[in-house]
């Protein structure tokens, strides 16, 4: 089976939008996604499932076998993307408690930083909380620099300096290999998106921007992110070189209870909604994708034979009866175009999923699909009985 290489610098330019940013003057630099951590309830399948549904390899492994008593973690890659999925092994374990409250989930955020030390010491002058002081984990393959803040929730962020670390993950782990089970379908983390509860928006932006310092992207509010039923508000933040990249969104009043109320009530608090995935061909990612297994939210045909939708695209690089077919969404703005689905929950709580997007120079979040979207999310939610 193929497996996906890393991509370039300047393939992730096209992939995500990658732009030049000097960190030299950066008190928080933060240089991209080091790993999404997943905690589950049962590690063991669901890097299986990522295998043989997404296309990602085996890299490394913590458990029993190599000392770890209270989990087992399995370390997955998928081009420049990095996941862990820990599921706990001693029903004692944090893992089981955090499992218990909110499911299947992303537990942290993991960010590559050039200088733990000096990220720290701003977060803390700026007010952020500290869950880990600086700590170095050293084994045959050399040392990685590691701290953590908190961030909404239960969510953390640990911030990683892997700058003198050659082995196949951090201590602890040792390299276990395993090619995709299934055909690789993406090749990076576009962004994650967070819910958090009802007038905490501004709140978690303003930790991103004044701790972290990172730049405002886009904001969307009332009729940008409304339906007949319900409403969300939603910002975007993205950290110097755009790498990073985190919308995060609240409920807004409306008729009925909207997708974030959703989430919250059965993730039981803020957390990852979901994470969007990059491909370069997202044709050919939703056709195997569905072939292994994976179903994807539905798109009304009106969707497709709206004139001001037609007007609006334009020219893409494939037939919108493409799109139909496979109910991809297409959006564009002054930069280019995107290409967009998204896939149903991934656990039995409807909460995470995973977006597949493919950008051609749009640095955008699918403004003009919002509709379209949360109408077919509020059908699943009534479907689920919810809405």
């Not at 993307?81 to 893992?95: E, H, K």
């Not at 590559?112 to 002081?133: K, Y």
Request: aromatic share 8%.
């Amino acid at each position: 089976m193929t497996v996906e290489p890393i991509p370039s610098e300047q393939e992730l330019r096209t992939l995500v939008g990658l732009v030049d940013h000097d960190t030299g003057a950066d008190p928080f630099p933060v240089i991209g996604w080091d790993a999404l951590v997943w905690i589950v309830g049962n590690a063991t399948q669901a890097a299986h499932f990522l295998r043989s549904a997404f296309g990602m390899r085996q890299v490394a492994y913590s458990g029993p076998e190599t000392g770890n008593r209270d989990h087992r973690a399995f370390v997955l890659r998928a081009g420049a993307a990095r996941f862990v999925v820990a599921g706990a092994v001693d029903p004692a374990s944090p893992l089981a408690a955090h499992h218990r409250e909110h499911g299947d989930g992303i537990a942290d955020i993991a960010l590559e930083v050039p200088d733990v030390d000096r990220c720290v010491r701003t977060a803390r002058a700026r007010g952020a909380t500290v869950l880990t002081e600086p700590r170095d984990e050293t084994d045959e393959f050399g040392t990685v620099r590691v701290a953590a803040l908190a961030a909404y929730g239960d969510t953390r962020h640990t911030l990683i300096d892997r700058s003198r670390y050659d082995g196949p993950y951090r201590p602890g782990f040792v390299a276990r290999t395993g090619g995709p089970i299934g055909a690789p379908v993406f090749l990076a983390v576009d962004h994650v998106v967070g819910n958090v509860e009802l007038g905490r928006m501004d709140r978690w932006a303003g930790f991103y921007r004044d701790v972290m310092g990172f730049t405002d992207l886009a904001e969307f509010i009332g009729d940008d992110i409304a339906t007949e039923y319900s409403a969300l508000m939603s910002k975007v933040v993205a950290n110097g070189n755009h790498r990073v990249k985190f919308p995060l969104n609240e409920p807004a009043p409306g008729r009925k209870r909207s997708q974030i109320d959703e989430f919250l009530e059965f993730y039981r608090g803020p957390g990852v909604q979901h994470v969007a995935l990059a491909t370069a061909d997202i044709i050919g990612a939703v056709d195997v994708l569905r072939a292994q297994g994976i179903e994807f939210l539905d798109t009304p045909a009106a969707y497709y034979r709206d004139p001001a939708l037609r007007a609006r695209i334009g020219h893409v690089r494939v037939p919108v009866a493409e799109l139909e077919r496979r109910g991809i969404l297409v959006d564009r703005d002054e930069d280019g175009y995107l290409l967009q689905i998204f896939t149903r929950p991934l656990g039995d709580r409807p909460t995470v999923f995973f977006e597949l997007i493919e950008r051609h120079g749009s640095l955008g979040f699918g403004k003009g699909n919002f509709r379209a979207l949360f109408e077919a999310i509020e059908r699943e939610q009534e479907a689920r009985g919810n809405l």
